[in-house]
């Protein structure tokens, strides 16, 4: 049962042209949503967040949009840069949803974004 | 770099044995959470502690095993070790107990079970 799916194993784009990276979810319960990103060989760095009180968050050239009726979210980078190059990873958790899941992430499958020059 | 350490950052053991793996949260982090990362079921929650005391737990084998000790460190012990538990392991820290509060990650360890 997968609760927050990035359906989109992969995504290429130019420099300078905007990403839009896609995450699903079905759990009602979830109320806080992150995005993070990976390198190969090295652990998570968390980009944005937003929870679900509001529908925008943006810091810099990241924007997240949180849709809750349609349980979907997306992340925005413009412009996008070959540093961007890696895995995003979408997770969810729910501040309180019977007290077994205080605190866990629950996160996508990834999606593999590729920045060309 | 997110503040969180791990260690080792390389293990490769036989099957059978028993590993123990090393986190030190951010400081001034109460919560410890280790989620497993293996090919095919990405990143799974294991458990969370917060100061000292387990908060929640994931589909944590029975095999394995985590505490976390009065400085805040946590340690996550493997035993019995098969094929199959051949991963990524990570660690993460955050503030206080959870829900909406960002999780930083650590470096990860990487478990190779032969």
């Known amino acids: 049962d997968q609760q927050v799916k990035q359906n989109s194993p992969s995504l290429s784009v130019q420099e300078g042209r905007i990403s839009i990276l896609n995450c699903d979810y079905t759990?009602?319960?979830?109320?806080?949503f992150l995005w993070y990103k990976k390198y190969p060989a090295e652990g998570p760095t968390f980009l944005i967040s937003i929870s679900s009180i509001k529908d925008k968050n943006e810091d810099g050239r990241f924007t997240v949009f949180l849709n809750k009726s349609a349980k979907h979210l997306s992340l925005h980078i413009v412009p996008s840069q070959p540093g961007d190059s890696a895995v995003y990873f979408c997770a969810a958790s729910a501040f309180n949803a019977g007290g077994t899941s205080y605190g866990k992430l629950t996160f996508g499958q990834g999606t593999i974004l590729t920045v060309h020059p | 770099d997110s503040g969180v350490t791990q260690t080792p950052k390389h293990l490769i053991t036989a099957t059978g044995q028993r590993v123990t793996l090393r986190c030190s949260p951010r400081?001034?982090?109460?919560?410890v959470y280790w989620y497993q990362q293996s090919l095919d079921q990405g990143l799974q929650f294991l458990i969370q502690y917060y100061n000292g005391e387990e908060r929640a737990k994931g589909n944590i084998l029975e095999r394995f095993s985590a505490q976390q000790f009065p400085d805040l460190h946590s340690e996550l012990n493997l035993s019995s070790l098969e094929l199959g538990d051949s991963a990524l392991y990570f660690c993460a820290s955050s503030a206080s107990s959870g829900g909406l509060e960002t999780q930083y990650f650590g470096p990860g360890t990487r478990l190779l079970v032969l």
């Open positions: 759990n009602s319960m979830f109320d806080y």
């Open positions: 400081s001034g982090d109460l919560s």
